[in-house]
């Protein structure tokens, strides 16, 4: 179990950020369902760019976005030093 404790840790990081940009499922399904049931967040950002043509919001949200993953990544990376261990690293 310790040596597979990286691949684990890249698959959390890699989880986290896809399960934060949902879009393709939500939108091929039910393009935002009835009454937003399905409205993720990257699904409000594309109609807010591409359907009501406002650019600025929707580059701020992408902003938004990109700091909220970079700042949980970053915690994830801050506690991964507690449960990943690596080939030849001192315990």
């Known amino acids: 179990l ?3 404790s990286p691949a684990m840790f890249f698959m959390t990081v890699m989880g986290l950020i896809g399960a934060l940009q ?3 499922q939500a939108y091929l399904m039910t393009a935002g369902g ?3 049931s ?5 699904l409000y950002l594309y109609r807010e ?3 009501n043509l406002n650019m600025g919001a929707a580059s701020a949200m992408a902003w938004v976005l990109f700091l909220i993953i ?3 990544s970053g915690l994830q990376f801050a506690f991964a030093r507690r ?3 690596y080939e ?3 315990k």
């Not at 399905?38 to 990257?42: P, W």
């Open 70 to 72: 970079l700042a949980i």
């Open 88 to 90: 030849g690293q001192a």
């Open 38 to 42: 399905t409205l993720f967040y990257v």
């Open 49 to 51: 760019a591409f359907q």
């Open 2 to 4: 310790p040596m597979i």
């Open 22 to 24: 949902v879009f393709a």
């Open 83 to 85: 449960w990943v261990y």
């Open 34 to 36: 009835p009454v937003n």
